[in-house]
T-cell receptor, first 113, second 112 residues
Framework: DADVTQTPRNRITKTGKRIMLECSQT?????MYWYRQDPGLGLRLIYY???????NKGEISDGYSVSRQAQAKFSLSLESAIPNQTALYFC????????????FGPGTRLTVL | GQQLNQSPQSMFIQEGEDVSMNCTSS?????WLWYKQDPGEGPVLLIA?????ELTSNGRLTAQFGITRKDSFLNISASIPSDVGIYFC????????????FGTGTKLQVIP
């Protein structure tokens, strides 16, 4: 079984809809991250969490919110989806002292029409 | 913000050829990382570099942490079809939250 899972894997939605992407991990890591990947732009950090009570904005947090429901679960929400949020979204985990090694989920491909 | 300039953006090579790609920045970093992303999957860590000048190998892959701490290189020798994918460099500064900055990726295609 995969250590980091994401649901759904693919989602098509319409402008203005609320969308939640979910991430679960069985690695027992405290740190979790949400990234967005666009062609030619690499991976950009949306939000990160160092533990259940710690949530921090990344470089592109506008239009997104997150919830850390438990150590193993970190969800990303788009309150009112817009077309330029069409992208591939990745969840990742890491744990000190190897905080530099991030373990990524398989990704969620989101299309906003 | 910090940026990593990765080149080339894409490359087609014949099976058996060697491949080189690099990542440069105007900022100094303390850790350099190389990830590979297979189609339909998330990135997977290939090599981590922690010291300026360090040269590290992982099978047919060799990566170097530049002396200036502003760049890194990845070489793949004797490429095979399963090397196809997108290769990302990433780098980390020290102190406080160790934010990982990712490069824009090099898309590698291997012609059998």
């Amino acid at each position: 079984d995969a250590d980091v899972t994401q649901t759904p894997r693919n989602r098509i939605t319409k402008t203005g809809k609320r969308i939640m992407l979910e991430c679960s991990q069985t690695k027992g890591h405290d740190r979790m991250y949400w990234y967005r990947q666009d062609p030619g732009l690499g991976l950009r950090l949306i939000y990160y969490s160092f533990d259940v009570k710690d949530i921090n904005k990344g470089e592109i947090s506008d239009g997104y919110s997150v919830s850390r429901q438990a150590q193993a679960k970190f969800s990303l929400s788009l309150e009112s989806a817009i077309p330029n949020q069409t992208a591939l979204y990745f969840c990742a985990t890491s744990d000190p002292p190897e905080a530099d090694t991030q373990y990524f989920g398989p990704g969620t491909r989101l299309t906003v029409l | 913000g910090q940026q990593l300039n990765q080149s080339p953006q894409s490359m087609f090579i014949q099976e058996g050829e060697d491949v080189s790609m690099n990542c440069t920045s105007s900022s100094i970093f303390n850790t350099w990382l190389w990830y590979k992303q297979d189609p339909g999957e998330g990135p997977v860590l290939l090599i981590a570099l922690y010291k300026a000048g360090e040269l590290t190998s992982n099978g047919r892959l060799t990566a170097q942490f530049g002396i200036t701490r502003k760049d890194s290189f990845l070489n793949i020798s004797a490429s095979i079809p399963s090397d196809v994918g997108i290769y990302f460099c990433a780098a980390i500064t020290s102190g406080g939250y160790q934010k990982v900055t990712f490069g824009t990726g090099t898309k590698l295609q291997v012609i059998p």
